[in-house]
T-cell receptor, first 114, second 114 residues
Framework: DAGVIQSPRHEVTEMGQEVTLRCKPISGHNSLFWYRQTMMRGLELLIYFNNNVPIDDSGMPEDRFSAKMPNASFSTLKIQPSEPRDSAVYFC????????????FGSGTRLTVV | AQSVTQPDIHITVSEGASLELRCNYSYGATPYLFWYVQSPGQGLQLLLKYFSGDTLVQGIKGFEAEFKRSQSSFNLRKPSVHWSDAAEYFCAVGASGGYNKLIFGAGTRLAVHP
């Protein structure tokens, strides 16, 4: 298995632009999580999906952030418009709900908004 | 609500010395507990997990952790540290049952002196 795949690995964009981060979970996993990591705030859970349905988006910082999971093998996190304070590493993770599987994380997308 | 406290932000040990990283959690029921390691520029790798049963769990890379319900702790240990263990370590708690969202501690950065 290739693991959780995130793209792009690095993204540099100008303030005000739209940014789309992508995630492909492990095949067969039915829960998907988006986390943001910064020096100041550590790892924050932004949103998570179960069976492609958003369960809890209370961690999404603002309306500028949105996430979708159109099918079991793909999710996106979109920021529109982007701001410098959105600069962070964004991780996607997946697991199989209600099992003793671990959570598998992707390698992350390092976003820099200038 | 779930929460995790890692009291030590930075720890420095000599190569070959023993290691203990502390983790305290808050959760009303039986938690799922995890330790992850993150090397610079990398994603999070699962070291070990506790769901139930034996309170001493073995993980990869020679790590182990002990669940102590009375102390709400899940400390990570290694008898002899290698230079390659230098990284950041995160403790996480997940709800048993339900959608198992993970809440992370702030992390402990480990430095290893030769």
């Amino acid at each position: 298995d290739a693991g959780v795949i995130q793209s792009p690995r690095h993204e540099v964009t100008e303030m005000g632009q739209e940014v789309t981060l992508r995630c492909k979970p492990i095949s067969g996993h039915n829960s998907l999580f988006w986390y943001r990591q910064t020096m100041m705030r550590g790892l924050e859970l932004l949103i998570y999906f179960n069976n492609n349905v958003p369960i809890d988006d209370s961690g999404m910082p603002e309306d500028r952030f949105s996430a979708k999971m159109p099918n079991a093998s793909f999710s996106t996190l979109k920021i529109q418009p982007s701001e410098p304070r959105d600069s962070a590493v964004y991780f996607c993770a997946s697991t199989l709900t209600d099992t003793n599987y671990g959570y598998t994380f992707g390698s992350g997308t390092r976003l820099t908004v200038v | 609500a779930q929460s995790v406290t890692q009291p030590d932000i930075h720890i420095t040990v000599s190569e070959g010395a023993s290691l203990e990283l502390r983790c305290n959690y808050s959760y009303g029921a039986t938690p799922y507990l995890f330790w992850y390691v993150q090397s610079p520029g990398q994603g999070l790798q699962l070291l070990l997990k506790y769901f139930s049963g034996d309170t001493l769990v073995q993980g990869i890379k020679g790590f182990e952790a002990e669940f102590k319900r009375s102390q709400s702790s899940f400390n990570l240990r290694k008898p002899s540290v290698h230079w390659s263990d230098a990284a950041e370590y995160f403790c996480a708690v997940g709800a048993s049952g339900g959608y198992n969202k993970l809440i992370f501690g702030a992390g402990t950065r480990l430095a290893v002196h030769p």
